[in-house]
């Protein structure tokens, strides 16, 4: 048993068509050959060698991320998922296991369950962090959804950051007509793959 918390890939598919193009395209470039067009003379030989250049660039950042930059973001108490197999390896197992070897196992509670309705009383969190996470929502008033159920749960004072790839101008949206307070979008970090940005906010201390 491997004794590092090991955090899973996100969109691991993903990862591998990154390193299979990135090593398929250049090969194809070998057997492209310089055609002429009237007086021009046209050759896509390149092409393909800077396109799976590309590729294997993107593939190498996601495979860094998921080696070292997810371990920026493991910090935390209570987790909900509902163990969508698009991460590899993404179970309650593996997540308390992770607990575990991380020496946090009495800090952790994890609970199955969707976003759009957690099981958690009114006010029950002081900080929520939701990583990569909302944009697996399909519909738009399903993030919504989402995050008006983040203010529901969050106590009053308490603080929200969410992190994601698309939807930060919503979700801001969502929270300030949720009476959330200092709502910002940060700018781009590339500590995560893809690069993102972070919707911060804080619940009014008394009740609106």
Known sequence: MSKRPDYGIDAPRVLAMFFVLGILCPVLGIFARPF???????????APQITGGIFLLEG??????????QFRHRDGAVGIDIWSMDQSDNSRES??????????????TVHDGDMRKMPFADRSFDATVAHFAIHN?????GRREAIREIV???????????SDIISLDLYADELRKSDMLDVEISDLSFWTFPPARTVTA???????
């Open 60 to 69: 190498v950042l996601m495979f860094v991320y998921v080696r070292l930059g």
């Open 152 to 162: 529901r749960t969050l106590n009053q004072g308490g603080q929200v950051a969410i």
């Open 137 to 141: 929502v399909r519909s738009r008033e």
């Open 36 to 46: 002429a067009v009237g007086e021009v003379t046209v050759d896509f030989s390149y």
């Open 95 to 108: 997540t308390l296991r992770n607990a575990t070897l991380e020496g946090v196992a009495q800090r952790v």
């Open 202 to 208: 804080r619940k009014p201390s008394q009740p609106a």
